[in-house]
């Protein structure tokens, strides 16, 4: 069977949701991806043509990326395209899908600090991993089982002025 597997660099354009099918968790948001250039003429920038498709992120990534991005945010995906087909309307209709295996931010686009917290009353932490495993002096989620990441949101790409300006954080997500 020929698989395409691919990467894409994209902007999440739904808001994402989170459902069960069975046992497992299904992470879901559409994205877009456009090409961007300067016209050597005019110097001015100008948007290429635009590839929609529809991300999934199954099992343990749909459990950690659930809660992380919201609409906007600039994002890197690595999956397999899909493309399905369906009947509406009488007619067969067809969407691309990306099962995605690979999910980060953009770095280019979005502001990510990452960060240990220390116990009370404790020096810096050791390097290395603690006894449970995790990181040592790891910030812990609300599960107490992950290190936690703070990323914050911008385009750069919309201003080119705003390249050097530092965003606000704007969540956590586990690690």
């Not at 050597?40 to 990326?65: M, V």
């Not at 395209?81 to 995605?100: A, H, S």
């Not at 107490?144 to 990441?149: A, K, L, S």
Request: hydrophobic share 30%.
């Amino acid at each position: 069977m020929n698989e395409t597997h691919t990467t894409v660099r994209g902007t999440v354009i739904t808001d994402p949701t989170t459902r069960r099918v069975g046992e497992d968790s299904v992470f879901s948001f559409r994205v877009a991806s456009n090409t961007r250039y300067q016209d050597r003429d005019t110097g001015e920038w100008k948007t290429g043509g635009t590839l929609y498709f529809s991300a999934n992120c199954w099992g343990r990534l749909a459990q950690r990326a659930s809660g992380t991005l919201v609409k906007g945010d600039g994002i890197i995906v690595q999956g397999r395209l899909l493309t399905n087909e369906y009947e509406k309307d009488g007619r067969i209709q067809r969407d691309l899908e990306m099962r995605v295996t690979a999910l980060g931010p953009d770095l280019s686009r979005m502001d990510v600090t990452m960060r240990r917290a220390q116990a009370e009353g404790s020096g810096p932490a050791p390097d290395g991993p603690a006894p449970d495993g995790h990181a040592a002096g790891g910030l812990r989620d609300a599960e107490g089982d992950g290190d936690v990441m703070e990323i914050g949101s911008r385009d750069a790409d919309d201003d080119p002025t705003e390249r050097a300006a530092v965003s606000g954080l704007a969540g956590a997500v586990r690690v």
